[in-house]
């Protein structure tokens, strides 16, 4: 059965960020379609979000299979009602080597973090074009601001994604469907052992990102010290980046003589 509430469409909701944002959204009042691999975890965020006076929806899902994503889609929008918002923010992927590169391990970078956004808006755009409103949120990066040393592909595919966006926001804003690319720096999503440079934990960044989202900003970059860094590096001649990045290089392994 349909609910009156506006529905948001979650991937990646079973941990991490994802799973923060659900929890939020559901706050909000928004009936929440929880989208991820793991259905354990999961059912045990939407039984937590029921408990607590909201609507929530699990589904097992792999956002990088279209008719996957599509089946799912239909299952929200058959119990819960229209999908209002997708936030699209399953991404992520392993570093690139050099000394094992593959076009193979390019393609599932790009598949996660760029064709699964492309995919789920497939899914949703013909129903918020028919409806004249809608809100698409996608998961960026800082990262994908400039190459760097051991995430060439993930690079590639936040700068593949960012411009996806932009070219979608301009065209969608006239229908009634706004855009908003949310561009991270560092997470704590895990314990490690070492911060990395002006990183957030978990509560505090999901929090900045849900405000950006309730305001529909259609980009919305942090934090300000690693933005303005990442900027400053962005007007750097190839030369001077280079060298100051040079560290960041992963060491390559020995080959047997």
Not at 201 to 210: N, S, W
Request: charged residues 20%; hydrophobic residues 45%.
């Amino acid at each position: 059965m349909s609910t009156c509430q506006p529905v948001s469409f979650i991937t990646g909701a079973s941990t991490g960020i994802g799973r923060s944002l659900a929890r939020r959204i559901a706050h909000e009042g928004h009936a929440v379609a929880l989208i991820a691999r793991r259905k354990d975890l999961l059912d045990e965020l939407a039984l937590e979000i029921k408990q607590t006076g909201g609507t929530a929806l699990a589904i097992a899902c792999d956002v990088t299979e279209a008719a996957s994503v599509h089946q799912a889609v239909r299952t929200v929008e058959s119990t819960l009602g229209p999908i209002t918002r997708l936030i699209a923010n399953v991404g992520g992927g392993e570093p690139t080597r050099i000394d094992t590169f593959s076009a193979a391990h390019i393609e599932r970078v790009l598949a996660l973090n760029v064709m699964s956004t492309a995919i789920c808006i497939e899914a949703t755009l013909p129903g918020m074009l028919a409806r004249g409103a809608g809100h698409i949120v996608a998961m960026g990066s800082l990262a994908g601001y400039r190459g760097l040393p051991g995430a060439a592909g993930y690079s590639a595919a936040k700068a593949a994604l960012a411009n996806m966006m932009e070219g979608l926001r301009m065209e969608l804003h006239p229908r009634g469907i706004r855009v908003t690319l949310l561009l991270p720096g560092f997470v704590r999503t895990k314990p490690k052992r070492k911060h990395r440079p002006f990183e957030l934990e978990l509560e505090a960044a999901t929090a900045r990102m849900h405000r950006a989202i309730v305001v529909q900003k259609p980009h919305y970059a942090f934090p300000w010290p690693l933005v303005l860094a990442v900027n400053v590096y962005r007007l750097l001649p190839v030369s001077l980046y280079d060298a100051l990045l040079a560290g960041l290089r992963p060491k390559l392994k020995a080959h047997p003589e």
